[in-house]
């Protein structure tokens, strides 16, 4: 929105009326807290970094049709379009600050654009973020958000912290998203109507765990978002820590939604697999495991010991008690 371009909607606002009517925010830079010295209207934003720390910078596109279903309600776009960038840096134990949109549309279809701003900018308060620019311009419905946060000096969390010995834990439930994306594409159907809203709100609706990644900081040796689902992250986290990974399929935390409207292949599946869940995935040193489920807890949030990292470069699961070679695998946009 720093930057204006030529195209335009044949009906509907202006770009420069599309930007002023549904993502300026009078008064939004004049809070004393927000750091931003010159948000939007120019050609860049001018930000102040607190004192002592480091920027934490992320950034995520999401497409109609490959991120979600065609008839999906703007302001889960606009929420999700912010959410998977706050995850990424809650993974971190960062506090966002600042964001920027790039947004294209097929059209300034007033409508669409103020449940879009609804669903981007009531996140985005949520958490303390300012949008502070960015660009629009027409064509096929993608979103690009980036959101800037920081950490204090030396104390981000990384994949590569973790040592051998170190449980492996998830926040929250799994598999949610994925039931919830199998419901609104028909795929899967439930009798149970509440149970269902459940788990489409799940998937429409990502709760970044923003607050527990930043009581992490200091009791994780490690940490990363599972975007991808656990069989598609884990392997990443325990490469980047040089490490092996072994995990009991058994203690997977399930909802009872996800139990009550899949099988429980599916479910475990799901649970395994299935991306959009982005809850966070940490490795904490055994003897601090109770220290984090209980800062958890403070938030209302579950934690589970899922199992643990080892010397050596395989990720192994067990079922049962038994060694178990899985079927699924995570999301890759080029596999």
Known sequence: MTTAKSDKSDAGPGEFELIRRFF???????????????????????????????????????????????????????????????????????????????????????????????GLLGLA????????????????????????????????????????GDLLAVTGTLGDAGAGLALV???????????????????????????FGQAARGIASAAMDLSDGLAGDLPKLASASGLAAHVDIDRLPMSPALRSVAAPEQARDWAMAA???????????????????????RLDLRLTAIGELRSGTDVTWTLNGREFAIAVQGYDHFR
């Open 185 to 211: 594409s028909a795929t899967c159907l439930a009798q149970d109507r509440a149970l269902a809203d459940q788990l489409i709100r799940r998937f429409e609706y990502p709760e970044p765990r923003v607050q």
């Open 275 to 297: 991306g959009d869940d982005y809850e966070l995935l940490v490795a904490v040193p055994q003897h601090r495991f109770a220290e984090l489920a209980s800062a958890a807890a």
């Open 125 to 164: 308060d949520a958490h303390g973020v300012t949008l502070v620019g960015g660009d629009t311009t027409r064509g096929p419905l993608t979103i690009s958000v980036q959101v800037l946060g920081h950490v204090p000096r030396g104390t981000a969390m990384r994949r590569s912290g973790a040592r051998a």
């Open 24 to 118: 300026m925010r009078p008064g939004a830079v004049s809070r004393g807290d927000s750091g931003v010295i010159l948000g939007i209207g120019d050609d860049a934003a001018l930000l102040a970094m607190p004192a002592h720390s480091e920027l934490a910078a992320t950034v995520d596109t999401i497409i109609e049709g490959r991120h979600f279903p065609t008839d999906t309600d703007a302001r889960s776009i606009g929420h999700r379009a912010l959410a998977v960038n706050l995850s990424d840096l809650a993974a971190m134990g960062a506090i966002p600050a600042w964001a920027t949109l790039a947004l294209t549309v097929p059209s300034a279809d007033s409508k669409w654009l103020q449940r879009f701003s609804d």
